[in-house]
């Protein structure tokens, strides 16, 4: 088993969302100055003429292989040579093999470095799941340029904002950029009713009716819809059974019921992914040999003290009580043993991560890795490569497909749009007639 990255794992200065040096920036803003002037009928360089007069004609779009995201063929991946960095859409996963990309790995206020939790897993079988949809993570599913029609599968650990928080963008977002059927919500029961899955899936798709009766009728109906599968996060148990995938849920200690944690097997792989809890018993035994065990790993009682401004009895509440800190996550790991170690939930930031690594190698010195957005796993019997995605930071969506467009519409929302508003309407721009489809 090889790694290329070491523990500390941080590359910062290979990331793909570094910050801009100053050249950079000065650069792109004089290429921006440039095609504004040009934009303006301005002249640069002796030439006169639109930038945009340059772009592609909706035919030739058209004809882009959708296989193909980012204009390269993927590749099959041979005796474990992977490529340093991971672009995506040029490499074939292996039947065999599960590619697990970290999405989010931060806390609830996000940072440009770091979306709150969400965890991609790709498999040979061509299935896709998503493991919590925290805030901003949505922006990282836009930078790997999926296919939005195969994520259509959200398994939440717990309903707070940095773990679900972005349902609603994939949700609409990927019925904008071609999802065309529902998209499915597992996600636990709660103390109350009104604290489970369902209630959050039924209530926010009331909160966003002005949204989705305003798209409906040029967006496929299916995709508008959401459906939740709500569980009993008492149990440990099967929740999901499909296409030789078995994903079990199993009960986490988290403020309140209704917390669980993830286990995800196939062809004699495991994935196992904590969402938010304090150590438990449930984990240690559930994720006990597994290949590909993500636990969170918060911040000492100090750290939090010093970083949030916490008092100290709320800092210790918070890091010891609710969450895992670093030290505890070690001995969770030294218990469960797993093939490969990764830790996630908290800000990997310079001024923690020696201090953070350094607790977890008290308790724990198997195999790890400190993740950060879009850390990339790929996994199979034999190896584990850990590296990272370098995504595209003005990604296009993938073309809507032919199925997508050919899906099922309803009549577009009528009436609702009052004379006083129609009477608004600017004489000085005529858009041509809309053609029969
Ligand atoms: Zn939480
Ligand atoms: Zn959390």
Redesign the pocket.
């Known amino acids: 088993m090889t790694r290329r990255k070491s523990d500390a794992t941080r590359q910062s200065s290979g990331k793909a969302d570094r910050p801009k040096t100053n050249a950079e920036d000065t650069a792109g803003r004089r290429s921006f100055l440039k095609a504004a002037a040009l934009f303006a009928g301005g002249t640069v360089a002796g030439t006169v003429a639109s930038p945009f007069l340059a772009y592609p004609k909706a035919q030739a779009a058209a004809k882009t292989d959708r296989r193909y995201v980012t204009g390269r063929k993927p590749q099959a991946i041979e005796n474990n040579q992977y490529p340093r960095t991971y672009y995506p859409g040029t490499e074939l996963i292996g039947e065999s093999e599960m590619r697990v990309t970290a999405l989010g790995t931060g806390m609830p206020t996000q940072t440009p470095n770091q979306k709150a939790a969400c965890f991609l897993v790709e498999l040979g079988n061509g299935d896709h799941f998503l493991f919590d949809i925290g805030t901003g993570s949505t922006e990282n599913i836009a930078g790997l340029q999926l296919d939005y029609s195969k994520l259509d599968k959200v398994f939440a650990g ?1 309903l ?1 904002t ?2 679900i928080g972005d349902l609603h963008t994939l949700w609409i977002g990927g019925w904008i950029n071609g999802r065309y059927t529902p998209i499915h919500v597992y996600g636990p029961s709660g103390a109350k009713p009104e604290l489970g899955t369902e209630h959050l899936v039924k209530h926010m798709q009331e909160t966003w009716r002005w949204d989705i009766l305003g798209r409906s009728g040029v967006l496929p109906d299916a995709g508008g819809r959401m459906v939740a599968h709500e569980f009993d996060y008492r149990k440990t148990h099967v929740i999901y059974e499909e296409n030789d995938v078995k994903i079990t849920s199993f009960p986490a200690i ?1 403020i309140m019921d209704g917390c669980v944690s993830f286990r995800l097997d196939w062809k004699g792989l495991s994935f196992v992914f904590s969402s ?1 809890t304090r150590p438990n018993k449930w984990f240690i035994e559930e994720a006990k040999g597994a290949d590909l065990v993500v636990h969170e790993c918060f911040f000492t009682a100090e750290q939090w003290q010093r970083i949030a401004g916490f008092t100290y009895p709320n800092a210790l509440w918070v890091t010891n009580y609710i969450h895992t800190p670093p030290g505890a996550f070690g001995k969770v790991m030294a218990a469960v043993k797993p093939r490969h170690a990764v830790a996630y939930h908290f800000w990997n930031h310079p001024d923690i991560l020696p201090e953070t690594l350094e607790e977890v190698r008290k308790t724990y010195d198997g195999p790890l890795t400190l993740a950060d957005d879009l850390t990339v796993f790929n996994v199979t019997k034999d190896h584990i490569e850990v590296r990272e995605a370098t995504i595209d930071r003005s990604s296009w969506p993938v073309l809507a497909s032919a199925a997508y467009n050919k899906a099922p519409r309803s009549e577009r929302a009528s009436g609702l749009m009052s004379d006083l508003v129609n009477d608004g309407i600017w004489e000085g721009f005529k858009p041509p007639p809309i053609p029969q489809q």
Request: charged fraction near 35%.
């Open positions: 717990h707070h940095d773990h988290h938010d």
